[in-house]
């Protein structure tokens, strides 16, 4: 490990901070966390109780020896008390420390205490890399129990030291109140611990910001993100449950705003302050991204939520607007990024799973599938077009890894099994939940013929087993440039690895 960064900014110099009271001081109340925005770049986030300006020490030694310095974005009621600073030039395969502080914008010289965290680089050309990924936290009434170990799968993450976790959708549960007690089967009680912000369903901007803040007040989910880097990906209940833009709830609803496309450009600002995350407030600047990790893999993360139709019965045979899911831009950028890509290994982070049916409401539709085994239709033309034209143009060990259906899976898709058989095979694996309600196996679609090589959970589960039941999931994804070869895992809450698979690179 080197001694320092030689990275181009100025060296960290501070006058002494003028306090009279911890009370006027600056105080960052609910962690920090980093995340790649590209290789040899990242974000650095916190949240502090007032207007204030960040300021991250970062150095590749833990005593910060040699540390840099850089001066974020301030804080403000605007970006809902939330700041970011990017930290460019950085070594590849590093341990990455930093140190960060506010400077109160109000009073010259008072200072907040600072908090501590760091981030591994991308890595180095001849280094394993090790990627997490799980998603749906505090869904189902199951919230931070602290008696019952609180948000336990993230401590298991920790323990497993990913270079890289991404989180695939169901960050929060928006439209999930949470009571104070759960009876639980056995005659105990889930306690939660409750705010404000998780006594209804959110609807202004300060009801989806207090979502996000909920979860870090669990230690093992601040922890974790103050350790971890993430890469940070969004779904349906950041917003509501199922939604889509053209949505408006039916007058019954426990909502004072019935437009959903209201409601989710709220939430979508929430989304994007609360994580390290590139923040614009363009409503047409795309949050699916690309962050290659070295020559192994490359992550392609997906946004199934901001283009698609209303959900419905999912049957059209010929694309149209009715059949939008990623949308005609994404799915450009989608194909044309794998076929760009010069990892051996491309890993598409998809927040729903391409086989799994997901009823929206009778004879309605949420994912890609529809149940009717037949020919590719509706949402499932936009996938087989993508299928089609990588088997075109011949881009090699496309991987997707997903979540949202509260149970974890190995799912092999195969054009001999299949209706639409224009594509080569491929491997989809899920995930989750990390903090949630777990279910039994969804019933799958045919149209890409996929067989199930593993399920995490019987068919016969009860639903919404809680937390604390010992089914939660995570992914590992395990790359070793010099064999090539890449090693997935579904690992639950206890750590043990209950299903390995091994991929040779076609």
Known sequence: MSSGLALGAGPFAQAPAIITSDRQRPRIDYGVSAGPSAPGRAIVWAHVDRPSRLIVEYATTSNLSGARSIRGTIATPDTGLTARAEIGGLPAGQDIFYRIHFEDHSRARSNSEVVDGHFRTTPAARQRVRIAWSADVCGQGWGIDPSRGGMRLFKTMLDATPDLFVHVGDTIYADGPLREEVPLDDGTVWRNVVTPAKLKVAETLEEYRGNHLYNRLDEHYRRFAAQVAQLVMWDDHEVRDNWFHAQVLPEQSPYTEKRVSVLAGRAR???LEHYPVTMTRSADAPIYRSIPYGPSMEVFALDMRSYRSANNENLQTAAGTETNLLGDRQVRW?????TRSRATWKIVASDMPLGVVVAHQPGRHEAVANGDHGAARGRELEIAALLRTLQERRVRNVVWITADVHYCAADRFDPERAATTAFDPFWEFIAGPAHAGT???GPLDMTFGP??????????LKPN????AGLQFFGLLEADPASRGLE??????AGTRIYEQHLEPS
């Open 465 to 468: 087993r809680p937390p604390d």
């Open 269 to 271: 600002q929430a989304f």
């Open 334 to 338: 989608l194909a044309d990024a794998l």
């Open 439 to 441: 279910f039994a196996p």
């Open 488 to 493: 997935v895992s579904l690992v639950n809450s």
């Open 451 to 460: 067989e199930v090589r593993f399920s995490g959970t019987p068919a016969d």
